[in-house]
């Protein structure tokens, strides 16, 4: 009898051990599936908000394939007002575009926060959060350049704007910017998309609204940065757009200036999106030069 309890608790011993290796197998099988994936959602801290921030993050192909210590540049997508982080994976093939131009795009989650830091809500720090906590974030934990001449910033609407006050501020951060009908001079549009929520009432705050609006910032600006701007004839945004382009034609400010036909719309900015990568591309081309020894 106590010969066949020993047996008994033997086999309990193994089966459980079996039990344990294959949960423990599977563990590390998921752990692995989750490193690997080409698109994922992350979740990203931010200190200065004291919240998490959703970001979808796109690697090329060539990244989980290829050569495990190439790096690889970095393109900050930027959504409009009233969307999110994942308005850009559900229009185009993310994943496609990011192989086809072998960069890494990050889309992260700007609410409605107009990508600046809002001076009355202290919910609302998406200038932080881009340009510091989320690229510091994406260098350690892919493999990425620590470079501005690698990175990149672009986005549409709300995104555009956010991609050039970005760009525009933080030189040394994003060595390439860009806008998709962005709204470019929040001054005209002063009861729309609550940016009163993000600056206060334009009536009593008309000159922190100036200190915010993207074509205020042009005489802050030197030469250097790779600049691409477009937008389409019927976008409501043209206008704006038009002034900023003159802007920096007075400045003397190089940059890349496209007018299509197209209204605020995502069959414009899926295309859009198609003449950016390239420009990017190039700009990218043009940066690895500062990598080499």
């Not at 106590?2 to 011993?13: A, F, G, H, N, S």
Request: net charge neutral; glycine share 6%.
């Amino acid at each position: 009898m106590k010969d066949y309890l020993k047996l008994l608790v033997l086999c309990m011993t193994l089966l459980c051990a079996s039990a344990w290796s294959t949960q423990a197998q599977d563990e590390v099988l998921t752990s692995v599936a989750e490193e690997v994936a080409q698109a994922d959602t992350v979740k990203v801290m931010s200190a200065k908000m004291g919240r998490n921030i959703k970001n979808v993050v796109i690697v090329p192909e060539q990244y989980l394939t290829g050569d495990q210590e190439r790096r690889y540049p970095v393109l900050y997508l930027l959504h409009g007002a009233d969307g999110c982080y994942s308005d850009w994976s559900k229009k185009t093939n993310l994943d496609a575009l990011a192989t086809k131009h072998s960069m890494i795009i990050v889309c992260p989650d700007g609410q409605d926060s107009w990508y600046f830091d809002s001076p009355v809500d202290p919910k609302m720090q998406f200038e932080t959060y881009v340009s510091k906590e989320l690229v510091a974030y994406i260098d350690e934990h892919y493999r990425t350049y620590d470079s501005p001449h690698m990175r990149a910033i672009t986005g549409l609407s709300m995104g555009g704007h956010g991609g050039l006050w970005l760009g525009f501020r933080h030189p040394d951060v994003f060595g390439s910017c860009g806008s998709m009908s962005g709204g470019v001079d929040i001054t005209k549009f002063p009861n729309r998309w609550k940016l009163d929520k993000r600056l206060g009432k334009y009536e009593t705050n008309k000159k922190r609204w100036a200190n915010h609006a993207v074509i205020n910032l042009v005489p802050t600006l030197k030469a250097g940065q790779n600049i691409i701007i477009d937008d389409g004839y019927s976008d409501f945004f043209y206008q704006v757009n038009l002034d900023l382009h003159q802007a920096l034609l007075t400045h003397q400010i190089p940059h890349d200036f496209i007018i299509r036909p197209g209204k605020h719309s995502w069959n414009y900015w899926v295309n859009s999106l198609d003449f950016q990568l390239v420009f990017f591309e190039k700009a990218f081309q043009k940066g690895y030069k500062h990598m080499k020894p």
